[in-house]
Nanobody, 128 residues
Framework: QLQLVESGGGLVQPGGSLRLSCAAS????????IGWFRQAPGKEREGVSC????????LYADSVKGRFTISRDNPKNTVYLQMNSLKPEDTAVYYC?????????????????????WGQGTQVTVSS
């Protein structure tokens, strides 16, 4: 069974950077599409970015385009989310999640119930 563990969250000032990691165990990560989601207090969980299992195609929410970069290191069984130019509105708990590669469609790229494995989340706080 695939297990995911996020790390790298913390407190950062506006304009700063963080790199989140999503480490997988149990199964090879390269057979899954991996998504990053976030949930702020009182708000629904929203998709931030995802990376497909084949070819490395990436997708981003409009709110983070040009600031966040998703990547994967298959030998390390890890996916990263590099977050630059952070804003207070990026404050949230960030989760990584996995879905089988044959279930992916553009229309459901950020549909939470299409992802079958989730990490426990890591807190990101952007504040001066």
């Amino acid at each position: 069974q695939l297990q995911l563990v996020e790390s790298g969250g913390g407190l950062v000032q506006p304009g700063g950077s963080l790199r989140l990691s999503c480490a997988a165990s149990g199964l090879p990560l390269d057979t899954y599409t991996i998504g990053w989601f976030r949930q702020a207090p009182g708000k629904e969980r929203e998709g931030v970015s995802c990376i497909l299992s084949r070819g490395g195609t990436t997708l981003y929410a409009d709110s983070v385009k040009g600031r966040f970069t998703i990547s994967r290191d298959n030998p390390k069984n890890t996916v990263y989310l590099q977050m630059n130019s952070l804003k207070p509105e990026d404050t949230a708990v960030y989760y990584c999640a996995a879905r089988a590669r044959n279930t992916f469609t553009i229309a459901t790229a950020f549909t939470t119930n299409q992802y079958t494995s989730w990490g426990q989340g890591t807190q990101v706080t952007v504040s001066s």
